[in-house]
């Protein structure tokens, strides 16, 4: 079993930046690759970024590749996402997700998730 929760969401202005935490418990964090996903209303959940057990490759949806970036404090069991450059068509529930084998790109391939933190770009 592990336990995700992520924190550091809200409002922000467009151009603003966020960084949100995910703290994680349970099984050996430092062994698995880790994704941030995101969720708007009415929309398929999809990936945003993810980062292997090391922290030495990371990985990046389309449509924030260069203003977001992952990284991890395996001392800490911490997963983090640097938002900036935010802009209104980046709200939605953010989550983090551990996976366990598959293409880190699908939902499918990560087996537990975090309750969600919900960001809100204003323009």
């Known amino acids: 079993q592990v336990q995700l929760v992520e924190s550091g969401g809200g409002l922000v202005q467009a151009g603003g930046s966020l960084r949100l935490s995910c703290a994680a418990s349970?099984?050996?964090?430092?062994?698995?690759?880790m994704g941030w996903f995101r969720q708007a209303p009415g929309k398929e959940r999809e990936f945003v970024a993810g980062i292997d057990w090391s922290g030495d490759n990371s990985y990046y949806g389309d449509s924030v590749r260069g203003r977001f970036t992952i990284s991890r404090d395996n001392a800490k069991n911490t997963v983090y996402l640097q938002m900036n450059s935010l802009k209104p068509e980046d709200t939605a529930a953010y989550y983090c997700?551990?996976?366990?084998?598959?293409?880190?790109?699908?939902?499918?391939?990560?087996?537990?998730w975090g309750q969600g933190t919900q960001v809100t770009v204003s323009s």
């Open positions: 997700a551990s996976r366990t084998s598959g293409n880190f790109y699908y939902r499918e391939s990560y087996d537990y």
């Open positions: 349970g099984r050996s964090f430092s062994s698995y690759f």
